[in-house]
């Protein structure tokens, strides 16, 4: 089945440096999204994206499709203590009915 | 305009018994997903309802089943309750779309704990 592998597992950081987290899938993908979850809540959603290629930007955030919408990644710029959390990549399946989820980056600031 | 609603926040069940959790879509949204997560990974699929009927389930044990009524409010049951059902359990709602540009909103879950 389809499948979304996401890289890496953890990142610590110091405060004011950037975080970057990356999706893949073997098959092309109709969009991917992405969300955040703070410790002990709910997924948030942040993004989607839809067309091969496609850059957004949130603020520190900045949002990639790949050309071949195969991969895509998360880039924060100068984090925060409240970027902390677990940062997830899902993707629709070609029915458009269910996420298949990326394991999650989870961003830790080192004290 | 409220969102995605979900109930009970929190419970603890014992092993065997049966749990039923409660969601109600954000407004205008008539298709009902639900997620189950374990701790430390992403949400698992378990089954979509869109029209009062399962359109599409996930790989989960026919102990898990569900409903959705003509208000598009759903449930989630799970019967014969084992340790490893233990999980965030996520609803979420989106208007029923054929193309890639759905918006998907989640409640807060359902965290079950099974002892």
């Known amino acids: 089945g389809q499948q979304v592998m996401q890289i890496p597992q953890y990142q610590h950081v110091q405060e004011g440096e950037d975080f970057t987290t990356y999706c893949n899938s073997s098959t092309t993908l109709s969009n991917i999204q992405w969300y955040k979850q703070r410790p002990g809540g709910h997924p948030v959603f942040l993004i989607q994206?839809?067309?091969s290629g496609e850059v957004k930007k949130q603020k520190r955030l900045t949002f990639q499709f790949g050309e071949a919408k195969k991969n895509s990644s998360l880039h924060i710029t100068a984090t925060q203590t409240t970027d902390v959390g677990t940062y997830f990549c899902?993707?629709?399946?070609?029915?458009?009915?269910?996420?298949?989820w990326g394991a999650g980056t989870k961003l830790i600031i080192k004290p | 305009d409220a969102g995605v609603t979900q109930s009970p926040t929190h419970l603890i069940k014992t092993r065997g018994q049966q749990v039923t959790l409660r969601c109600s879509p954000k407004s205008g949204h008539d298709t009902v997903s639900w997620y189950q997560q374990a701790l430390g990974q992403g949400p698992q699929f378990i089954f979509q309802?869109?029209?009062?009927?399962?359109?599409q389930r996930g790989n989960f044990p026919d102990r898990f089943s569900g409903h959705q009524y003509p208000n598009y409010s759903s449930e989630l049951n799970v019967n014969a309750l084992l340790l490893g059902d233990s999980a965030l359990y996520l609803c979420?709602?989106?208007?029923?779309?054929?193309?890639?540009?759905?918006?998907?909103?989640f409640g807060e879950g359902s965290w079950l704990t099974v002892v």
């Open positions: 994206l839809v067309k």
């Open positions: 309802y869109y029209e009062e009927e399962e359109r």
């Open positions: 979420a709602s989106s208007r029923d779309r054929s193309d890639a540009g759905n918006t998907i909103y």
């Open positions: 899902a993707a629709l399946t070609d029915s458009n009915y269910q996420l298949i």
